[in-house]
């Protein structure tokens, strides 16, 4: 179930945002950006996930803010991989459903 939650969640978010250029990801979007936003979001996901794997937090990359989608993706995808507790499912789907409120 919370699995689904979080396909659901990050599904939505990659519809909003997914087509953005440039100019709509520099809005501002509480203390920063909406780049901003999304890629705390994707650092939250990549800790999400290496908390399922037992293993160190790491940082992600600030890339070009065109390429977040390809990163939710790719953390999404990374953590739905591995035997992730529901509950760190649901945290996920929590934050991505944050995030897009926020933006």
């Not at 037992?54 to 993706?73: I, K, M, N, W």
Request: hydrophobic letters at 45%.
């Amino acid at each position: 179930m919370a699995a689904e939650e979080l396909r659901t969640a990050v599904q939505r978010l990659l519809a909003q945002v997914g087509h953005w250029e440039t100019g709509r990801w520099a809005v501002s979007a509480g203390a920063g950006t909406r780049g901003d936003l999304v890629h705390t979001l994707v650092q939250r996901l990549a800790d999400l996930g290496a908390e399922a794997e037992r293993r160190p937090h790491r940082e992600v990359p600030r890339e070009a803010d065109t390429t977040l989608p390809d990163q939710l993706r790719v953390m999404t995808g990374d953590l739905l991989a591995v035997p992730a507790a529901d509950e760190l499912l649901a945290q996920a789907a929590a934050a991505i459903r944050t995030a897009r409120e926020a933006l």
